[in-house]
């Protein structure tokens, strides 16, 4: 009996395969809950065919993107330019103008931080300061494209007049520190990468030193609140 049910099964699938009967998916669940039978799977064809439509119409500008990219990336180690306090700095700079609190600067909160730098910009300036460094498309710059500003100007790819430019100069952010591409020997190159590297690591060591200390600054003024404290008991 069973032998027969495998070979009936086996012939079925061939005729699908060969296109002489059509696949009938069904839901193994409908008896349980009293539902009728559905397919199990969506048309794979149809679902392709709505995904290459909709992104022909975002390439010809219809529409609007729906979901944000959303990269994760460590800006220590893709940034290497930067010193981790420059990366801090720029990291406080882009959640003070972040009013929507959704890791996104928008074109509206764009408008707000350049007006508050002392550097309004027109609607298509600052469109066109969200496109220069816009990797996703989606329109708004996400901390990692706003840090691509301080590189480009680091790096003088900014023209003294474009938005970018007037941001990143605006920002009181010093962002003039060369990094190993400015070396002109190999030598001079590797001396560069381990002075990174050891700055980098000394900054590390500031830090765990700064919140140890005020560990300690904290567990004193605990144990004298305590002591002050027993003293009226």
């Known amino acids: 009996m069973a032998?027969?049910?495998?070979?009936?099964?086996?012939s079925r699938r061939l005729q699908i395969e060969d296109g002489a009967e059509e696949p009938v998916a069904v839901d193994l669940?409908?008896?349980?809950?009293?539902?009728?039978?559905?397919?199990s799977t969506a048309n794979a064809d149809s679902e392709l065919g709505a995904k290459l439509m909709r992104r022909d119409q975002?390439?010809?500008?219809?529409?609007e993107h729906s979901q944000p990219s959303m990269r994760v990336f460590n800006p220590y180690t893709e940034f290497k330019e930067f010193s981790r306090n420059q990366i801090k700095d720029m990291e406080k700079l882009f959640k003070t103008y972040d009013a929507g609190r959704d890791n996104f600067i928008d074109l509206m909160e764009l408008k707000l931080m350049m007006e508050k730098l002392g550097a309004p910009?027109?609607?298509l300036g600052l469109k066109n300061m969200i496109k220069e460094v816009d990797e996703d498309l989606d329109n708004k710059l996400s901390f990692r494209e706003f840090l691509l500003i301080f590189r480009k100007s680091a790096a003088g790819e900014l023209s003294e007049d474009?938005?970018?430019?007037?941001?990143?100069?605006?920002?009181?952010?010093?962002?003039?520190?060369e990094g190993v591409k400015g070396a002109k020997t190999f030598f001079e190159a590797k001396v560069q990468a381990i002075n990174e590297s050891n700055r980098f690591e000394a900054e590390i060591r500031q830090e765990q030193e700064a919140k140890k200390q005020e560990l300690e600054d904290?567990?004193?003024k605990r144990a004298a609140f305590k002591e002050l404290q027993s003293a009226f008991k």
């Open 3 to 10: 032998t027969d049910e495998l070979s009936s099964k086996l």
């Open 29 to 39: 669940h409908g008896e349980q809950n009293g539902s009728e039978e559905k397919p």
């Open 58 to 63: 975002l390439n010809e500008g219809q529409g």
């Open 121 to 123: 910009q027109t609607h």
């Open 162 to 177: 474009s938005g970018l430019s007037v941001l990143a100069r605006l920002s009181e952010i010093d962002v003039s520190t």
């Open 218 to 220: 904290k567990k004193q």
